[in-house]
């Protein structure tokens, strides 16, 4: 099993421009949940999805941010238009069954926003 | 003014020491919990769990306590080794139909060889 993939691994971009974030989850976990983890604030989740459906996105900073979930192999997570404070390392995490197995967590995509 | 970066709590022990991490959660009706480490560069990993019926639980060179009279939970490891060195997050969840984990703010664990 590859384990979570994320791509791309590292991104920089500069301030206004349109940023997508992309994640494969493990084959046949139902959720998917996409972090944000910065030095100031931690791990904060962003947004999670069940069976394709995003069940909650209370942590989504503002409407610059979206995500989708188009099928069960693939999400991606926008951020239009970016901004230096997005600078941040996103994660991408999936599970079977989060109160058996937790979360496994892709090796993430660290954005700079110039 | 410039942002203050999060101070991680930091731990430091010898190669062969044990080590206590300790983490206090936040939300009493939380009933799931998890430890995770991260190593430079990586994604968080998982460790070791316990559910809030139970007060310990053993893993390879791991064990986890859990005192919820005063929402505590303690990671122990044994015999700590140089791969150890990471930053540790304990993660709760508070159960119901809600399906996320709240990490805490981590400790950083350096062994010393």
């Known amino acids: 099993d590859a384990g979570v993939i994320q791509s791309p691994r590292h991104e920089v971009t500069e301030m206004g421009q349109e940023v997508t974030l992309r994640c494969k989850p493990i084959s046949g976990h139902d959720y998917l949940f996409w972090y944000r983890q910065t030095m100031m604030r931690g791990l904060e989740l962003l947004i999670y999805f069940n069976n394709n459906v995003p069940i909650d996105d209370s942590g989504m900073p503002e409407d610059r941010f979206s995500a989708k979930m188009p099928n069960a192999s693939f999400s991606t997570l926008k951020i239009q238009p970016s901004e230096p404070r997005d600078s941040a390392v996103y994660f991408c995490a999936s599970s079977l069954d989060v109160l058996v197995y937790g979360y496994t967590f892709g090796s993430g995509t660290r954005l700079t926003v110039v | 003014g410039e942002s203050v970066g999060l101070h991680l709590p930091t731990l430091s022990v010898q190669e062969g020491d044990n080590s206590i991490i300790n983490c206090a959660y936040s939300?009493?009706?939380?009933?799931?919990f998890i430890w995770y480490k991260q190593e430079s560069g990586k994604g968080p990993q998982f460790i070791i769990d316990i559910r809030s019926n139970m007060d310990k639980r053993q893993g390879q060179r791991v064990t986890v306590l859990l005192n919820k009279t005063v929402k505590h939970l303690s990671l122990q490891i044994a015999a700590t080794q140089p791969g150890d060195s990471a930053v540790y997050f304990c993660a709760e969840n508070s159960g119901g139909s809600n399906y996320k984990l709240t990490f805490g703010k981590g400790t950083l664990l350096t062994v010393n060889p």
């Open positions: 939300n009493s009706a939380s009933d799931y």
